[in-house]
């Protein structure tokens, strides 16, 4: 099995990159995270929705934690947290 690349959090090497992002496998951390070097592609072709910084419409969804959802633009780079709504 091959390794990962090393988590910062718990330092497993269990960081997978997909979809424009690190995740850690290891169910009990998760973490999420990229750095300047990596593409800032986000993996999807479509059109996505409109960024604030570069006014491209290229954010996609890359990872779901807890009750946040992370977007990056992958144009420029940026990165949206926005907490998810709890149903009633």
């Known amino acids: ?3 990962g690349t ?4 718990c330092e497993g090497q269990t960081g997978v990159f997909e979809n424009g992002r690190y995740q ?3 169910s ?3 973490t999420v ?3 300047a070097f990596d ?5 999807y072709p479509r059109k996505g929705y409109r960024c604030n910084n570069c006014a491209n419409q ?3 969804p890359v990872a779901e934690i807890s009750n946040v959802n992370i977007f990056r633009c992958s144009t420029c780079g940026s990165a949206i947290l926005e907490k998810k709504l709890r149903p009633n």
């Open 39 to 43: 593409p800032p592609t986000a993996g």
């Open 33 to 35: 995270w990229w750095s």
């Open 1 to 3: 099995m091959a390794k």
């Open 24 to 26: 850690c496998s290891n």
């Open 6 to 9: 090393k988590c910062p959090t």
């Open 58 to 60: 290229t954010v996609h």
């Open 28 to 30: 009990l951390c998760s």
